[in-house]
């Protein structure tokens, strides 16, 4: 199917433990964008990538590492995770990054204990 | 500092009523104004403002913005059950580099 697909759904982890959250997207858009979710922050925007091997930080990078090989794919990974990322991981993909809106993944619930 | 504010954080209504949901700004460089409605699961597109006094609109909702008075609101009417939602205002910025700064959304239920 077409469109933008993030697995797991749901993944509880430990304190420490490395953590990948995959993304992946049909539309061969250039931009691809991974967003958390916490109540009361609204959506922020941990990195981005406007085309492949090209990534850059966002508004909260500190603990995250990601990468793009293929334009398709844009894993996130936490590699030591800490209980405040405890969140709702959203993956994204826009046609230009600017002048067309963004087409979010279903998330990925994460729980670290 | 840059911040996008929704009102009200939530809000209940009846099937029918009108609701109007409101987003403030205060953001260097604006280039766009975005809302998008976010069911169980993802965010889903619903329009994208630039200039001011130009309303969009589909079907029961529509929106406009206000570039002097840096705010927008999105209007739904004759609501159903299924506009339940958490409704995000974003703005993105003209910077070198991506920058789109999110509002906390505010929670819309309408009682059947």
């Known amino acids: 199917d077409a469109g933008i697909t993030q697995s797991p759904r749901y993944k509880i982890t430990e304190t420490g433990r490395q953590v990948t959250l995959m993304c992946h997207q049909t539309w061969s858009h250039s931009y691809m964008f991974w967003y958390r979710q916490d109540l009361g922050h609204g959506l922020r925007l941990i990195y981005y990538?406007?085309?492949?091997?090209?990534?850059d930080k966002g508004e909260v990078p500190d603990g995250y590492v990601v990468s793009r090989s293929k334009t398709e794919n844009f894993p996130l990974t936490l590699e030591s995770a800490t209980r405040s990322q405890t969140s709702v991981y959203f993956c994204?993909?826009?046609?230009?990054?600017?002048?067309?809106?963004?087409?979010f993944g279903n998330g990925t619930r994460l729980t670290v204990t | 500092e840059d911040k996008v504010v929704q009102s009200p954080l939530s809000l209940v209504v009846h099937e029918g009523d009108t609701v109007t949901l409101n987003c403030s700004y205060e953001v260097t460089n604006f280039r766009s104004l975005l809302w998008y409605k976010q069911e169980k699961k993802a965010p889903t597109f619903l329009f994208m403002l630039t200039s001011s006094g130009i309303e969009k609109k589909s079907g029961r909702l529509s929106s406009i913005l206000d570039k002097k008075e840096l705010f927008s609101i999105l209007n739904i009417t004759a609501t159903q059950t299924g506009d339940s939602a958490i409704y995000l205002c974003?703005?993105?910025?003209?910077?070198?580099?991506?920058?789109?700064?999110f509002g906390a959304g505010t929670r819309l239920f309408v009682k059947a």
């Open positions: 994204a993909s826009s046609y230009d990054g600017r002048n067309s809106p963004l087409h």
């Open positions: 990538s406007a085309a492949a091997d090209i990534t």
């Open positions: 974003a703005v993105d910025q003209n910077t070198g580099g991506f920058k789109t700064i």
